[in-house]
């Protein structure tokens, strides 16, 4: 059970958001200057003084982590917005939707921390057990988007198409037409070095982010690309 202090900080800051998710998930997590430096970028963002965000991290420096949680809170301050997720194939968008930000958005700690995300299985009301809401939270996963519901002040949830968001996951290659984002968040576009080297790869991931991706951004939207730097010619290099 979280203090009302503990709330109330997580609500008015990423970076205190993520000192109390990280520990669910990651115990190996040592914070160090970057970390917050990384948090405070997503916290501008978050607060719309972005309209690109570029960050050029290398390996195992705990972006992946923040990035998840970044999208996750984004999605609690911003539920009737619609959010592009974009990496390197449809086997890592598939996934990271399943393993990771809907094993944060489905903890009992952002639950608690946010109580109005709600999502379909939430409706049902009288299968209840512990047993069916797993049965019920597995069939929610089965592909890369879902909806995000919004209960009122009172738990009532309204599922008119105005009152709900969007997530997507997809990879370089996929379709994504009729999804347009409020958030577009493009994470290691391109997997490995091998693949930065390829002019192959690098000219049909650019062409991708540039004709697809960000053809779906919404007036004022908010578009972070974040990942290793193998080539000069990447997407942070097209930008």
């Known amino acids: 059970m979280l203090t009302l202090a503990q709330k109330k900080d997580a609500y008015s800051s990423f970076t205190a958001y993520a000192k109390l998710m990280i520990p669910l998930f990651n115990y190996e997590f040592e914070w160090s200057w970057h970390h917050h430096a990384i948090c405070d970028e997503f916290e501008r963002a978050l607060n719309g003084e972005y309209s690109t965000l570029l960050m050029s991290i290398a390996p195992q420096s ?8 970044f999208i996750s809170y984004y999605i609690a301050k911003y539920p009737k917005r619609s959010v592009l997720y974009c990496t390197y194939n449809s086997d890592r968008a598939e996934a990271y939707t399943k393993n990771e930000l809907m094993g944060t958005m489905f903890s009992d700690m952002y ?4 109580p109005h995300i709600k999502f379909k299985f939430d409706l ?12 019920r939270k597995k069939s929610t996963l089965t592909d890369r ?30 379709g994504i037409a009729g999804t347009p984002a409020h958030l577009i968040v493009v994470d290691d576009a391109l997997a490995s070095k091998s693949d930065a080297d390829s002019e192959v790869m690098r000219r049909k991931t650019r062409k991708w982010v540039k004709n697809d991706v960000l053809s779906r951004a919404q007036p004022n939207a908010t578009k972070v690309f974040i990942n290793t730097r193998w080539h000069s010619e990447d997407p942070i290099g097209m930008m």
């Open 62 to 69: 705990g972006k992946t982590c923040l990035t998840n949680l």
């Open 145 to 174: 988007s879902f909806s995000i519901l919004v209960a009122d002040k009172d738990g009532k949830i309204n599922q008119s198409d105005n009152n709900r968001g969007r997530f997507l996951a997809a990879g370089v290659g996929q």
């Open 124 to 135: 049902d009301e009288e299968e209840n057990t512990t047993k069916n809401k797993l049965k």
């Open 111 to 114: 639950r608690e921390l946010f």
